[in-house]
């Protein structure tokens, strides 16, 4: 864009979609994160967080100013009561704080809120500035739609408000600012389509079922996020606020003092935060002005009678110090990150631990970058950037406004029935394949036992498969690769580099046993876990992915001296640790070491030990199973074990209910002893696109039947 100086219209990223309309609202905002990027690196991105986290910050002060009409300082508990929301509203925001296009979003939405709130006070000319604030949301992210709902709310309720209710003059600043701002969306290279474009929007976050963060409230999922218990935990706060402050102003003077837009637009962002994850950032920003000012009223009762501090001004700033400190303190000793967000890290840097880095090499060293590549969307986005120009996408993460949402289907499809992954090749006729290394096992397994393919290149994220009928002699493993920082980011990082922790590194031979393992190849991967052993026989990981592979090699042993001999080499595993020092994992599996040999009851000691060291799905599956077992040697106690059996299936399902083969054994058992009403909510949840047997899939059709369960 920069170069042509035109705004694309249609798409070029991609050889599937190329030269499909591309509706690309986000164009100025990629303008300006293209000179951050040519300033040093995709790594300085996050600086554009940094300042759109300190814009906030600055109006959140200034919001709490408008609010009480003073400055902070003059009233302690104000002060104490402004520091808990803003390290709410952080800690509640962290999730959406990632560098993307929708800070401009946040930002504006908050804008909009102080310059609403500030005019109900002042009668400012500064609500002119909906004006250039709309056009810029207008032409930098799609959630503009949330500016025009907010103006067009805020016009109804001063409407209401001055010629129903008779409470003020019709401010004539306000509705020409308003009105002038919403006219301003037409100013786009789209010009006037952008005013019915946001309900094309909110349709596909209904339609996209592939995308976690757009999962809405009525998905397992997004009430597993941390961000939907806050937001319940914000809403009673709130509320408890608006009750507190009717009692004393009454209904008319609470509407008064924040105006009717900003109780309507409250209700509406509750709304909006239930339809997907990632919206719950609107109703934050939204509801921290009450939240303020129900903790400060908090604060005021439970402080009334306390004299320690009094109201000395030096109290305040000194406190906010300590604090800064403190918090400051927790984040760079890497706490906050292990506790709350370990996908992040400290610094500006790409992580090679989440970016195909060593593939893109790969593929570079091949001069590969302009053949047909067909790669996962979660792997694409970097092979986009660093291959540019000549790396086109199979699929990529602009979703719906590019790909129709049967193409998604298709793709997701694969997962499940990889031999779809034929026809995709038949139409595009693949040079090579790259997929993030456990994505997909199926689609892995299928391509990796197809003979004109060959594994060429893998690491610890991603893995390359090459058209070729040439074997590949060794293991094509290597070591992630750490990508250089720019010489920007590294004076940047400086004054934090010595608590910027280095990445944890996998061995690429723990790497390969996995990929191995996935995939079925065991003898592959339990020569790949040997090797592992050799580089360090006490790594957990390694212990751990080296009795995996025996127990399936156990099960799949033809002579019980085999099987014997699988058993003393997980024992010999296992003894390089001093059983003293045993953990939940080393009980797992030498439970499962037990099981392979069909020992239920040594099994079952070894799982009760591993339970109460760490609960979790896994182990109250491997509990169910032995169940299984004991009813094949002990036919006399099979009601007992059956109950255990459901038991056990139901805590695992209670820490994993989505998880389909818990849903699968609990409906289908259900349901064959005739408790459809049992059966039903499981049954409900148990889909076809597993890789069930055919067995499986027919008793599951036959139990939706016979329960009336539709698909």
């Known amino acids: 864009m920069v170069e042509n100086f035109a705004v694309t219209r249609s798409d070029l990223f991609s050889f599937t979609q190329e030269g499909v309309e591309w509706i690309n609202v986000k164009w100025f905002f990629e303008v300006l994160q293209y000179f951050f990027a040519s300033l040093g690196g995709p790594e300085l991105l996050l600086l554009m967080q940094t300042f759109a986290n300190i814009l906030l910050l600055w109006m959140l002060y200034k919001l709490a100013q408008t609010v009480y009409s003073l400055q902070l300082v003059k009233k302690f508990q104000v002060g104490i009561a402004f520091i808990i929301s803003v390290l709410s509203f952080l800690f509640a925001m962290d ?5 993307r296009p929708e800070m401009v979003s946040h930002v504006l939405s908050l804008a909009f809120l102080l310059l609403l709130l500030n005019h109900r006070r002042e009668k400012s000319k500064g609500i002119f500035w909906l004006i250039p604030l709309q056009l810029f949301w207008a032409n930098s992210h799609e959630a503009y739609g949330t500016g025009l709902v907010i103006l067009v709310v805020a016009i109804a309720a001063h409407l209401f408000e001055s010629r129903i209710r008779k409470w003020e003059p019709l401010d004539k600043n ?6 002038l701002a919403i006219a301003s969306t037409g100013i786009n290279p789209r010009g006037l389509y952008l005013f019915i474009h946001p309900f094309n929007i909110f349709n596909q976050v209904g339609d996209n079922k592939f995308t976690t963060e757009l999962y809405n409230i009525q998905t397992n999922y997004f009430w597993q996020q941390t ?5 319940i ?7 408890i606020g608006f009750f507190l402050f009717r009692k004393k102003l009454g209904s008319p003077g609470i509407l008064k003092q924040f105006g009717l837009a900003y109780f309507v637009l409250f209700v509406l962002f509750i709304y909006l935060g239930s339809t997907a994850h990632r919206n ?3 109703f934050f920003i939204w509801a921290f002005p009450l939240l303020l000012l129900t903790i400060e009223s908090i604060g005021q009762w439970k402080l009334k009678n ?9 109290v305040f700033p000194i406190f906010a110090l300590l604090l800064s400190v403190f918090c400051l303190g927790y984040v760079l000793s890497g706490k906050y990150f292990e506790r709350f967000n370990n996908r992040e890290r400290l610094g500006l840097k790409i992580s090679p631990m989440f970016n195909p880095v060593g593939a893109a090499n790969f593929l570079k060293e091949k001069n590969a970058a302009g053949a047909t590549i067909f790669s996962d969307y979660l792997a694409s986005a970097y092979l986009m950037w660093e291959l540019r120009p000549e790396f086109k996408s199979f699929i990529d993460l602009r979703d719906l406004d590019i790909y129709p949402a049967s193409f998604f289907k298709a793709f997701e499809q694969l997962s499940v029935e990889p031999a779809g992954f034929d026809k995709f090749d038949e139409e595009y006729h693949f040079d090579y394949v790259v997929l993030k290394r456990l994505y997909m096992p199926n689609l892995h397994r299928y391509i990796s036992n197809k003979a004109d393919w060959q594994l060429v290149y893998g690491d610890a994220i991603t893995v390359v498969y090459q058209r070729t009928d040439a074997a590949v002699l060794e293991i094509p493993f290597r ?3 750490q990508p250089e920082s720019s010489t920007l980011a590294s004076l940047l990082n400086f004054p934090i580099s010595p608590f910027i922790p280095e990445e944890t590194i996998p061995s690429p031979y723990l790497t390969a046993a996995e990929y191995y393992l996935t995939v079925g190849r065991f003898e592959l991967a339990w020569t790949a876990s040997q090797k592992a052993l050799e580089e360090d026989a006490l790594n957990d990981k390694h212990r751990r992915m080296a009795l995996q592979i025996l127990v399936q090699k156990a099960a799949s042993s033809q002579t019980q001296e085999e099987l014997r001999s699988y058993f003393d080499i997980g024992q010999n595993i296992l003894n390089q640790k001093n059983p003293k020092d045993w953990n939940a994992f080393d009980y797992l599996e030498h439970g499962r070491l037990f099981m392979s040999m069909g020992d239920a009851i040594n099994a079952m000691v070894q799982f009760r030990k591993s339970a109460k060291l760490s609960e979790g799905k896994d182990i109250y599956s491997l509990m169910a199973q032995c169940q299984n077992l004991l009813m094949q040697v002990d036919p006399n106690n099979q009601t007992l074990y059956a109950k255990k059996w459901y038991e056990y299936m139901l805590k695992a399902y209670s820490f994993a209910p989505d998880d389909p083969t818990l849903n699968f054994n609990l409906g289908v058992s259900y349901c064959q002893s005739a408790r459809c009403q049992q059966a039903e909510p499981f049954l409900k949840k148990a889909s076809f696109q597993t890789s069930f047997s055919d067995q499986e899939l027919k008793a599951l059709a036959e139990c939706k039947k016979i329960c009336r369960v539709s698909n």
């Open 227 to 231: 961000e939907a218990w806050l937001a």
């Open 306 to 314: 306390i004299k320690l501090f009094g109201a000395r001004p030096w």
């Open 95 to 99: 999730y959406r704080m990632a560098g």
């Open 479 to 481: 070591r992630v690769e």
């Open 233 to 239: 935990g914000v809403l009673f706060i709130c509320l």
């Open 174 to 179: 306000f509705m020409l600012s308003s009105l």
């Open 280 to 282: 719950l950032t609107f």
